[in-house]
């Protein structure tokens, strides 16, 4: 039986519509949960960014103007942790989407309309690769900024900063504002990952380098 199972032919969506195909990836995903997760803990993608200097150089630098800047402390002191939150997952979905899409790694390609369930769970698979790529991007601009506030930036000095009449500035208010940061900072990084290689991209997204 498990033999014949391997030979039946693959499910299809034929021309189907965005929202068609969308469902297509997530039921395909369910049913391939082994295919879908194998990849993932193979490439360490949330270690992409090291590999990809362009997109680092392009998500750092803005970061490090902007905390030099005492209107971003204002935003980000002050700033509901909610709004915080919901931004920096807006920020990294969106950077990720637009990355996979901005390099064309969604399969098939635009002249072939049938997408079957293992194309369905390769995009997955991409996806998530550059998701948790940004992931990882965020983690290192916000742990950097973190790093740049508690060590280079003098308490005395940060408390004197413009904070609309806050009293203090704590720890958790550094964080936030190194995680509103780091999210600038991943946006800006998605918008520069054009110029990255394509195919340097998909390999380490998706596929096992060669030893």
């Known amino acids: 039986m498990k033999k014949g199972n391997k030979q039946l032919p693959e499910r299809e969506l034929r021309g189907g519509s965005g929202l068609e195909s969308f469902i297509f990836h997530l039921l395909m995903a369910f049913r391939h949960p082994k295919q879908l997760f194998r990849p993932l803990l193979r490439n360490k993608a949330i270690l992409l960014p090291l590999s990809?200097?362009?997109?680092?150089?392009?998500?750092?630098?803005p970061s490090f103007i902007l905390l030099f800047t005492a209107e971003i402390w204002d935003v980000g002191i002050n700033m509901p942790n909610s709004v915080a939150i919901m931004f920096a997952v807006m920020?990294?979905?969106?950077?990720?989407?637009?990355?996979?899409?901005i390099q064309?790694?969604?399969?098939?390609?635009?002249?072939?309309?049938?997408?079957?369930?293992?194309?369905?769970?390769?995009n997955t698979t991409i996806y998530l690769s550059i998701f948790l790529g940004c992931i990882g991007l965020f983690l290192m601009v916000g742990l950097l900024m973190l790093f740049m506030e508690l060590y280079v930036f003098p308490s005395?000095?940060?408390q004197?900063?413009?904070?609309?009449?806050?009293?203090?500035?704590?720890?958790t208010d550094l964080v936030r504002l190194a995680a509103f940061i780091s999210t600038v900072g991943v946006t800006t990084g998605a918008l520069a990952g054009g110029f990255e290689s394509r195919a340097v991209i998909r390999q380490l997204s998706l596929f096992k380098r060669p030893k």
Not at 56 to 61: K, L, Q, W
Not at 91 to 101: K, N, R
């Open 52 to 61: 990809l200097p362009k997109l680092v150089t392009a998500a750092v630098s």
């Open 91 to 101: 920020s990294i979905m969106g950077a990720s989407f637009y990355l996979v899409t």
């Open 104 to 122: 064309s790694l969604f399969l098939p390609r635009k002249e072939k309309r049938i997408l079957t369930e293992h194309l369905a769970v390769a």
């Open 156 to 158: 005395d000095l940060i």
């Open 160 to 171: 004197t900063w413009p904070t609309l009449n806050k009293q203090a500035v704590e720890l």
